[in-house]
């Protein structure tokens, strides 16, 4: 979750400076809360029970994503992964992402490429260095800024051909939401205008909490489907944009663009926008709330509801969730009860609340796998598809794990919430890409019950139960000795293999420094050599 100092890119708030040489799935088969004893300390510190000792249970209910399509997670289907190759090698590729601000907007109102010659020298020098390649955000409020249909790409055809001159190859993350929220509303990339004017007649394009605050980083899944756009749905939106990006640049697949992640939601990843930053409404480590009150969100949730037989159900959101910055002790719907995340009731939301989720990565990693199939066939090419997911590390150690939930992933201490994320990105052939990795228990603050590192072990472990790759970056900005360790050291999967590649977030001034150069090196060297 890039969006704040302590999760997804904590680096990304370095906006200046020159760079310089230095010298659903079936419901059938949820796991779901077992009865616990009413009389222990409920938020005491607890292990993930290992996938194989988790009781699987029977829901009553048939599905609660609505219309959506869904599949079984109990089909264990071999990945699609035409564009995946084995990791059963000993290097890591690094990727350094580009600068936080390395577009701007002319007075003219126009996106331009700020800082040209110094990012010239700085891309000889990382390539000097032995880097693999760079990471390009490439922005939707960029690129089909003014006027829908429109794609105007030549600010990425002039970037892409300095880094390929510079002799290094291109992660391309495509970016479906806005970075303004890092700028305090004065500066970033914003969604496209003629999105932003629809949202100012329709503010229900984009979540809303409830106290009924929109987020206008990332369009609602609940529009996903919904033909508000001219006449076009969200997901046809994207799909739009992915194959005048595939048409524009198929030339780079596979010789200079290696991977390509696949926006799903704010700072491009997977999840709702229950932690917002930028605005006050949240800090660390506070649980956040959940992000389902815009009106389509909701007339599904009550359609849903009435589906089966509970149209209680489908008025609001759960009672006593607390508010951004609560803790969970205390808050009676992470605590046990019965109006608890163990309730039917709880159970029944959680469902719907994160398989919405699901179904939103099905139905845009669909579109993207085609679009990158049929250019693959056509050319003989490789390239990689990737989905980010959040890393929500904080309260990790509860029974009910309170931030990822309201983030949307139902994961507890009895339920393995990345699961049915591992087996839509299997189907889709895409790797998963996971934070944190610069990140140990031992640095986070014990009494927030956090671990980074019980996260990356379970995402580890649906990784290899679906066949699929694992390629991550580090959340906090680290040039120190032990910090490029630990990357180092946790670019090893606990079965030896390697990630398929590390991003580094981010390029900025403070690379180039002489201590931090002096480290940076070496890191990118070992990186590349037999590890």
């Given at each position: 979750?890039?969006?704040?100092?302590?999760?997804?890119?904590?680096?990304?708030?370095?906006?200046?400076?020159?760079?310089?040489?230095?010298?659903?799935?079936?419901?059938?088969?949820?796991?779901?809360?077992?009865?616990?004893?009413?009389?222990?300390?409920?938020?005491?510190?607890?292990?993930?029970?290992?996938?194989?000792?988790?009781?699987?249970?029977?829901?009553?209910?048939?599905?609660?994503?609505?219309?959506?399509?869904?599949?079984?997670?109990?089909?264990?289907?071999?990945?699609?992964?035409?564009?995946?190759?084995?990791?059963?090698?000993?290097?890591?590729?690094v990727f350094v992402m580009m600068p936080i601000d390395t577009f701007g907007i002319d007075a003219s109102g126009c996106p331009k490429i700020k800082r040209l010659k110094a990012l010239t020298v700085s891309l000889k020098a990382l390539k000097l260095a032995g880097v693999h390649g760079i990471a390009v955000e490439v922005w939707w409020g960029i690129v089909e800024r003014f006027c829908p249909l429109e794609f105007k790409w030549s600010l990425y055809e002039e970037l892409f051909r300095l880094i390929s001159e510079a002799g290094l190859k291109l992660h391309v993350a495509l970016c479906f939401h806005s970075n303004m929220h890092l700028f305090g509303g004065k500066g970033g990339i914003s969604l496209p205008l003629w999105i932003r004017e629809i949202g100012d007649v329709n503010k229900d394009i984009y979540y809303r909490d409830k106290s009924g605050l929109s987020n206008n980083d990332y369009l609602t899944l609940g529009v996903d489907q919904l033909p508000l756009f001219g006449g076009r749905t969200a997901v046809q939106c994207y799909e739009d944009f992915m194959l005048s990006f595939s048409t524009k640049f198929e030339p780079y697949f596979g010789n200079v663009i290696e991977e390509i992640s696949i926006g799903l939601?704010?700072?491009?990843?997977?999840?709702?926008?229950?932690?917002?930053?930028?605005?006050?409404?949240?800090?660390?480590?506070?649980?956040?709330?959940?992000?389902?009150?815009?009106?389509?969100?909701?007339?599904?949730?009550?359609?849903?509801?009435?589906?089966?037989?509970?149209?209680?159900?489908?008025?609001?959101?759960?009672?006593?969730?607390?508010c951004y910055n609560s803790f969970p002790s205390g808050v009676p719907f992470f605590e046990e009860g019965n109006d608890s995340f163990l309730s039917d009731y709880?159970?029944?939301?959680?469902?719907?609340?994160?398989?919405?989720?699901?179904?939103?990565a099905d139905a845009i990693l669909a579109k993207a796998a085609d679009v990158l199939r049929r250019r693959q066939e056509e050319e003989k090419s490789s390239v990689m598809l990737v989905a980010k997911i959040g890393g929500i590390y904080w309260w990790y150690k509860t029974s009910s794990h309170p931030?990822?939930?309201?983030?949307?992933?139902?994961?507890?201490?009895?339920?393995?919430?990345?699961?049915?994320?591992?087996?839509?990105?299997?189907?889709?052939?895409?790797?998963?890409?996971?934070?944190?990795?610069?990140?140990?228990?031992?640095?986070?603050?014990?009494?927030?019950?956090?671990?980074?590192?019980?996260?990356?072990?379970?995402?580890?472990?649906?990784?290899?139960?679906?066949?699929?790759?694992?390629?991550?970056?580090?959340?906090?900005?680290?040039?120190?000795?032990?910090?490029?360790?630990?990357?180092?050291?946790?670019?090893?999967?606990?079965?030896?293999?390697?990630?398929?590649?590390?991003?580094?977030?981010?390029?900025n001034e403070k690379i180039f420094r002489g201590e931090n150069w002096n480290n940076f090196v070496p890191f990118i060297r070992q990186m590349s050599a037999d590890m």
């Open positions: 979750m890039a969006e704040t100092g302590v999760i997804g890119c904590g680096c990304r708030g370095v906006t200046g400076g020159n760079f310089f040489h230095p010298g659903g799935f079936s419901l059938k088969s949820c796991f779901l809360e077992q009865s616990t004893k009413r009389n222990r300390n409920f938020f005491r510190s607890v292990s993930m029970i290992p996938p194989s000792k988790r009781g699987r249970f029977i829901t009553k209910w048939r599905s609660v994503t609505g219309n959506s399509r869904i599949f079984s997670m109990d089909a264990r289907e071999k990945s699609r992964s035409f564009v995946l190759v084995s990791s059963r090698h000993k290097r890591v590729p939601g704010p700072s491009g990843e997977l999840r709702y926008p229950a932690h917002p930053s930028g605005d006050g409404r949240w800090k660390f480590p506070g649980i956040g709330e959940f992000q389902c009150h815009d009106k389509y969100m909701m007339e599904d949730l009550m359609a849903v509801a009435s589906q089966e037989g509970k149209p209680q159900w489908g008025s609001r959101d759960p009672p006593n969730t607390g709880g159970r029944f939301f959680l469902e719907w609340y994160s398989g919405k989720l699901i179904c939103h931030a990822e939930l309201t983030a949307g992933y139902y994961n507890t201490a009895l339920r393995d919430g990345y699961d049915p994320v591992a087996s839509v990105l299997s189907r889709h052939g895409a790797a998963l890409h996971i934070p944190c990795l610069d990140m140990a228990d031992s640095e986070t603050p014990e009494k927030y019950l956090c671990s980074p590192e019980g996260l990356r072990r379970q995402i580890h472990n649906v990784s290899k139960k679906w066949t699929i790759q694992v390629t991550g970056r580090n959340t906090s900005e680290r040039f120190d000795e032990m910090g490029l360790r630990q990357i180092r050291e946790n670019c090893v999967q606990p079965n030896g293999d390697t990630l398929r590649s590390f991003t580094f977030c981010r390029m």
